[in-house]
C-alpha cells in the first residue's frame, strides 16, 4: 500500500460500526469511504451521519467498489465468518471486530485464505493496541514487576434483558464468554502466554439459552495462574491487576479500554503512574495500527499477531466445550 491514504468501507451499521466510523473519521490518513447496509435506507442514514460518500445496500457490493482498501466489520459475531471471506475472496484486507469468529475451524479458513491471497487480516482487538496496555505490557517485558504470579480481571455489568439485541439472540451469536470475557482471557494470554496448562470455568446459562455469565481460571505450568468474572447480571468495577513477585500493575476500572495504569512496587509503594486519554474514543488506536501495517505492506499486526487472537478462541472453545455450549 502505497498511496497516503487509506480507504475504509465498514460493513454493518450497528453500536460498534458508529464509534468505529468515528474513530475512522478522526485518524489521519484514513478516509471512511463507504459504508454497508441490507437495508439502504439505513445505509443512507449512517452514511449522512459520519460523511460518508458512498452508501451500498448489501456487503457485497461494497466488497466490489475498487477504491476500498480495507473493510471493517461490524456486524454481530455469527456473521464475521461468511463477511470475513467475502471480503477476502474480493481482494479486501480485513479488520474484523472480535470476537472475530464463532469457533478455532473457522478463524484458521479466515487466516488461510487471507494468507493464500496475500491479504491483512486483524482482530480488532483495540484493548492490545491502547497506549495504556502497551505501556503495561512493557513494564512487564522489563522485568518491573518480576515474575507474574497472579492476574485478575473481571468484566461484567448489569445489562436489561431484550430478546431482540445481539447481546441475548442466540442466532446473532450471543455469548457472554465471546463478548466480554474475551477481553480478560486476551489480557491473561499476552501477560502470561499461549499455552496454559489447565483451564477451569463455569458458565451460567440465560433466558436466551446462552451463557449471560461466568467464570474462568488458566493455570500455568510456572505456578502462575490469572481468574476472571464477566456477565450480564453483576456490576463490578471491571479493573484489572497483574501482581508478580516484585511489585504489581494495576489498570483502572473497565480496564479494557482504561487510559491509566499504575506501577506499584513490592511494598505497595506507587512507582510510577502513567495516563493516556483517547484522543477520540479510543479505537483510533487500531485504525492507526491497520493503517501502518497496510503502509508497511505487512500482512499482520505485530500487536495484535494471528497466533494470539488463535490461542484466545483455543481457550474459549474449550470453556464452551467444558460447559457444553
Known amino acids: 500500500m502505497t498511496d497516503e491514504i487509506i480507504n475504509w468501507g465498514v460493513i454493518g451499521t450497528g453500536r460498534i460500526a458508529d464509534s468505529v466510523s468515528q474513530a475512522i473519521n478522526y485518524t489521519d490518513g484514513a478516509k471512511l469511504l463507504a459504508v454497508a447496509s441490507r437495508n439502504m435506507s439505513t445505509a443512507m442514514e449512517f452514511a449522512d451521519k459520519h460523511d460518508i460518500p458512498r ?3 448489501g456487503y457485497e457490493e461494497l466488497c466490489k467498489d475498487k477504491d476500498i482498501d480495507i473493510v471493517y466489520i461490524a456486524t454481530p459475531t455469527s456473521c464475521h465468518y461468511e463477511n470475513a ?3 477476502l475472496e474480493h481482494g479486501k484486507n480485513v479488520l474484523c471486530e472480535k ?3 464463532a469457533d478455532s475451524r473457522q478463524l484458521s479458513q479466515i487466516i488461510g485464505l487471507a494468507k493464500e491471497k496475500d491479504l491483512f487480516f486483524m482482530e480488532a482487538m483495540w484493548m492490545k493496541c491502547l497506549p495504556s496496555f502497551r505501556q503495561a505490557l512493557s513494564w512487564a517485558k522489563l522485568g518491573k514487576i518480576g515474575n507474574i504470579r497472579m492476574i485478575k480481571a473481571d468484566f461484567s455489568n448489569i445489562v ?3 430478546p431482540k439485541d445481539r447481546l441475548f439472540d442466540k442466532q446473532l451469536g450471543a455469548s457472554a464468554l465471546l463478548d466480554l470475557g474475551v477481553y480478560p482471557i486476551t489480557l491473561f494470554e499476552a501477560f502470561l502466554g499461549n499455552t496454559p496448562s489447565a483451564v477451569r470455568s463455569s458458565l451460567f446459562v440465560g433466558r436466551a439459552g446462552t451463557d449471560s455469565d461466568g467464570q474462568v481460571t488458566l493455570e500455568y505450568e510456572n505456578g502462575a495462574f490469572a481468574v476472571t468474572v464477566f456477565g450480564y447480571d453483576i456490576e463490578n468495577n471491571n479493573n484489572a491487576v497483574i501482581v508478580g513477585d516484585k511489585g504489581r500493575i494495576v489498570f483502572g476500572d473497565w480496564f479494557f479500554c482504561s487510559g491509566e495504569v499504575a506501577l506499584y512496587d513490592d511494598m505497595a509503594q506507587l512507582v510510577e503512574k502513567k495516563s ?3 484522543l477520540c474514543n479510543g479505537y483510533e488506536y ?3 495500527e491497520a493503517c501502518r501495517c497496510l503502509h508497511e505492506g505487512r500482512k499482520e499486526s505485530w500487536l495484535v499477531p494471528l497466533s494470539d487472537t488463535e490461542a484466545v478462541m483455543d481457550i474459549m472453545e474449550k470453556v464452551l466445550e467444558q460447559n457444553g455450549l
Open 55 to 57: 452508501a451500498y445496500q
Open 160 to 162: 436489561q434483558f431484550d
Open 276 to 278: 493516556f486519554p483517547h
Open 286 to 288: 487500531e485504525i492507526m
Open 99 to 101: 470476537s472475530v469468529t
Open 85 to 87: 471471506m467475502m471480503c
